[in-house]
């Protein structure tokens, strides 16, 4: 790997519609697929047979990459190492270093030890978001489901009563703990 492949890049988008094309294809190329059939992407050269094979996983990053420069954003790639130390698994997950370390504790999140170091697995920890991730919006639809709208005070008051309620089994188990 030359030094500067771990390096932070970012990408303008393009100006004017020099995109759409590319979303185009790619878009038109998804709904072609009416059988399933393994799906493969290639990159080409300006001259016949100049091409590679890209793995889907370039694909679907060239995916994203394509429709957030369409939407007129800026894209940022960050290389990552594929283990990572509790800090970095904080910083991915936008929490504090003690609460990964609850994690791997819980067993939410499984993780390697080197030496007396924790490291977690890229894939573990993106797993894990994910997870997190749905477990929140079915508590979001769960919330909405349980709003009445013809008595929102009630609810507001319920809802107010079931936090306060989980804010002190959290300081018991801590008061346990500690």
């Known amino acids: 790997m030359s030094p500067t492949a771990a390096v932070e890049e970012t990408y303008l988008p393009s100006r004017g519609d020099e ?8 878009a038109a190329h998804e709904a072609a697929g009416r059988v399933v059939p393994e799906p493969r992407y ?8 100049d ?3 890209l793995p889907e996983e370039v694909y679907l990053a060239l995916r994203k990459v394509v429709n957030a420069m369409q939407s007129g954003l800026a894209v940022s790639v960050v290389p990552r190492t594929t283990r990572l130390t509790t800090q970095q698994a904080a910083d991915l997950l936008n929490v ?5 370390v609850k ?9 390697e030890k ?3 170091h924790r490291r977690v697995l890229l894939a573990d920890l993106l797993e ?7 477990r929140q919006y079915d508590m979001l639809a769960a919330t909405r489901d349980a709003i009445d709208e013809d008595n929102v005070a009630e609810t507001l ?19 346990l703990r500690g």
């Open 157 to 175: 008051e319920e809802l107010r009563a079931a936090r306060k309620a989980v804010a002190a089994r959290r300081a018991d188990r801590h008061q």
């Open 96 to 100: 504090s270093r003690p609460t990964v």
């Open 103 to 111: 994690l791997l504790d819980e067993g939410e999140i499984p993780f």
């Open 128 to 134: 894990y978001r994910d997870r997190r991730r749905e």
């Open 114 to 116: 080197a030496g007396t």
């Open 51 to 53: 091409q590679v094979e």
């Open 42 to 49: 290639f990159l080409a050269g300006s001259r016949p047979g």
């Open 19 to 26: 995109l759409a094309p590319v979303l185009d294809f790619l």
